[in-house]
């Protein structure tokens, strides 16, 4: 954010908000208001107080995101996260943040992950064509639900007619898909390896074509860079110029989970 001597960062940043209102709403669900989302903006920057060194044009690109996809950021939910890198304000949707997009598209997606030991003891199944799959409960040591015993991620798409389709990804995709992240030896991929496997397999499944695409979806995987979704209509509608603009410019990355700061100043609400 541009700091001003006059106001507090957490007002500089409000203000700056405030003003990008008409904006939102042009592009925003009924299921959110921009001043819902302000306050909830302000709150991330008050638990991550670097997002105030943020530049108004990234901070901008990544509240517009979250306006479109109708997701609220922060732990809490886990639908998306604001992350800061340098000075660059990016945007992470989460794995349970694209299952709700799913959702509100009519399609219900739900992704886990099978470790080495399912696999060996006849837990876990699946073919290809015709795509079936079948994984067993089976209580596991915690030693055998280790990062490097994880073998695959699959997920799974129930579409509105009742068709289902699948993707599995093996360790050896899901591997090559961290190495493409920014943040490939840290961060979400270092301390949350099973919930960034089952992202992966659903960004996988989302953008192989067979499950409808809504302009929410799009965005949200649009946000990210090793992601071009297929969008059943090439040029989606986009209500407002300036954030396709913006979305053009994206260079978001795979980032960092950044924990927040527990002895940062609270934001204020905008009233």
Not at 18 to 43: C, F, H, Q, S, Y
Request: proline share 7%; with cysteine; glycine share 8%.
């Amino acid at each position: 954010m541009t700091t001003s001597t006059a106001l507090q960062p957490h007002q500089q940043m409000g203000s700056f908000l405030t003003g990008m209102e008409t904006r939102m709403a042009e592009v925003m669900p009924d299921i959110l208001t921009p001043k819902a989302l302000i306050n909830i903006v302000l709150k991330c920057a008050g638990d991550v107080p670097k997002l105030y060194a943020c530049s108004d044009k990234s901070l901008a690109l990544s509240v517009m995101v979250l306006a479109e996809t109708g997701l609220k950021p922060g732990a809490t939910m886990g639908h998306a996260y604001l992350i800061p890198r340098g000075n660059e304000c990016t945007v992470l949707i989460g794995y349970k943040g694209l299952v709700e997009l799913a959702r509100r598209n009519g399609v219900h997606v739900r992704a886990e992950v099978v470790y080495q030991k399912e696999i060996d003891d006849g837990a876990f199944s699946a073919t290809v064509e015709p795509p079936t799959l079948e994984h067993s409960f089976l209580p596991l040591e915690l030693a055998d639900k280790a990062d490097k015993h994880l073998a695959l991620a699959y997920a799974i798409a129930v579409l509105p007619g009742g068709h289902r389709v699948q993707t599995i990804l093996d360790r050896g995709d899901i591997d090559a898909r961290r190495k493409r992240s920014a943040a490939s030896g840290n961060g979400p991929w270092g301390t949350d390896f099973a919930a960034m496997a089952r992202k992966s397999a659903i960004r996988a499944l989302l953008n192989g074509g067979l499950v409808p695409m809504s302009g929410a979806m799009a965005a949200a995987l649009g946000s990210e860079p090793d992601i071009a979704p297929l969008v059943a209509d090439p040029k989606p509608r986009r209500p407002n110029a300036d954030l396709m603009e913006l979305l053009d410019e994206s260079a978001a990355q795979e980032a960092e989970y950044v924990e927040p700061d527990a002895d940062a100043p609270k934001a204020e609400p905008v009233a």
